[in-house]
């Protein structure tokens, strides 16, 4: 009887042993998921090498190399699925039919976008990283080696601030103003409405916009609903040896 009491409380101790050890096996497993959620995330979705976005009746193939900015944007999403099919872009019809530039769109807002210029030549490619805001449209200049995109933030209501940015198409860089004034006020911060823009030479170019002694809202909607709106036009140069590798605080 002995015998018996002890073979049974051996295997209860046994069993109690096994049931213990997948339990904290199982709390292990847990704890290390918990860990590593970052890595979790990003390991959710193998990307290709090249996706293919669609923008109407359009298809662009993008070689995520080419676009960091964006590849690490779609690694930290969720859907990235879904990240893709939102993406857009804008293709700039060139007179070249050896090189195709398209404006990529992605993070979009309400309105707004982020914004990658890439530019292909069939055998290699190249981008660069461009403002936040809503997409307007652009011009080339006359000798085809640069490029003004024109970008439009909301006021409210019908209020619209823009920007102007000039890049070089060769070396896909961002060139600046001349004036660091004339920089501050239509490059890098929305202050004024941009009415319109066209290249006078493949260094200058002409802006239209309000004629005001200041930028508040109240002057600006005044303006916008004035059926005698009074236009200033103002030459900009720019300046070749300023260079920016990407435009500053794109997303």
């Not at 939102?86 to 914004?115: A, W």
């Not at 006078?200 to 239209?208: C, G, L, P, T």
Request: one cysteine or more; a negative charge; charged letters at 25%.
């Amino acid at each position: 009887m002995k015998k018996y009491v002890t073979f049974l409380l051996v295997l209860l101790i046994l069993g109690t042993g096994s049931v213990v050890g997948f339990y904290l096996n199982d709390l292990s497993i847990k704890a290390t998921s918990k860990l590593t959620p970052g890595q979790e995330k990003m390991d959710h979705y193998s990307l290709p090498d090249e996706i293919e976005i669609q923008s109407e009746d359009k298809t662009f193939n993008l070689p995520l190399d080419v676009v960091p900015k964006y590849k690490d944007y779609l690694l930290h999403e969720e859907d990235v699925q879904s990240e893709i099919a939102r993406t857009q872009f804008v293709t700039m019809e060139t007179p070249s039919i050896k090189e195709h530039i398209n404006l990529v769109k992605y993070n979009c807002g309400n309105k707004d976008c982020s914004t990658i210029l890439v530019k292909s030549d069939g055998r290699k490619s190249g981008s660069i990283n461009l403002p936040n805001g809503i997409f307007q449209d652009y011009k080339f200049s006359p000798d085809l080696t640069k490029v003004l995109i024109r970008y439009a933030y909301s006021e409210g209501r019908q209020i619209y601030k823009q920007i102007l940015v000039a890049i070089d198409l060769q070396s896909l860089q961002l060139i600046g103003y001349l004036s660091s004034r004339l920089e501050e006020q239509f490059m890098l911060t929305p202050n004024w409405p941009i009415i319109s823009y066209d290249w006078k030479d493949h260094n200058h170019f002409i802006i239209e916009t309000a004629a005001l002694e200041t930028n508040g809202y109240t002057d600006l909607e005044r303006w916008f609903l004035s059926e005698d709106r009074k236009i200033k036009k103002i030459k900009i140069e720019i300046d070749a040896s300023k260079r920016l590798n990407e435009y500053p605080g794109a997303k």
